[in-house]
């Protein structure tokens, strides 16, 4: 049974500092993985997806990696900024689940002035 | 273009009651899922469809069933409605399910109460 790890739980930096979130999963055998942001009482919104054969993905201000072997996964964030604050998650779909996203709990980033 | 639509946006229903929540996905997307929600926890699975055929189905009761319409929209319901069903019930689409390739795109979600 896939298991989806995110440390920390929440997050509290400075506007302008890079920060890194991370992202553990038990099983390798992954089609993908995904970030996602949510915003307070909201729906996902997709930032980053990176098949199995990838080894990141960049997008502006983000850059995620993706390690297989390992089960682990990073989201860097550059230059963070107060409107990046939300929570983030990461997901897995699973070889063999159709396509059924694994979460984690989410890391909940404050960004202050 | 429009993304994957949900309605309503908020319900409130008392124990034993049945709920139908809605959506739409994003247009030429052939695939939706429905997640629960629990405050402070990750999305959990509880149905995909594909074609109109459901293709998974995660570790709910009976209570929950779900259907997709010739328009690829789908309908989530739950019957008997527990406490415990209060959550946020998200919708996702995506264009290939059997492709990895492809993200899943998540509406903004049908908050349900239960009194």
């Known amino acids: ?26 099983d390798s055998a992954i089609y993908n993985l995904q970030w996602f942001r949510q915003d307070p009482g909201k729906g996902l919104t997709s930032l980053l997806l990176i098949q199995s054969s990838q080894r990141e993905q960049t997008s502006g201000r983000l850059n995620a990696s993706l390690d297989k072997s390992s089960g682990r996964s990073t989201l860097y964030i550059a230059a963070s900024q107060p409107g990046d604050s939300a929570t983030y998650l990461c997901a897995v779909r699973t070889t063999g689940t159709a396509s059924k996203l694994t979460f984690g709990t989410g890391t909940r980033l404050q960004v202050t002035l | 273009d429009a993304g994957v639509t949900q309605s309503p946006t908020h319900l409130i229903k008392t124990r034993g009651q049945q709920v139908t ?45 779900a259907r997709q319409f010739p328009n690829y929209s789908s309908e989530l319901n739950v019957n008997a409605l527990l406490l415990g069903d209060s959550a946020l019930y998200l919708c996702a689409s995506t264009a290939a399910p059997d492709r990895g390739i492809w993200p899943q795109h998540f509406g903004d979600g049908t908050r349900l109460s239960i009194l």
Do not use: M
Not at chain 2, 24 to 48: A, D, M, N, R, T
């Open chain 1, 1 to 26: 049974k896939q298991e989806v790890t995110q440390i920390p739980a929440a997050l509290s930096v400075p506007e302008g500092e890079n920060l890194v979130l991370n992202c553990s999963f038990t």
């Open chain 2, 21 to 65: 929540l809605r959506c739409s996905p994003i247009s030429g997307h052939k695939s939706v899922s429905w997640y629960q929600q629990v405050l402070g926890q990750g999305p959990q699975f509880i149905f995909q469809y594909y074609e109109k055929e459901e293709r998974g189905r995660g570790n709910f009761p009976d209570r929950f069933s």
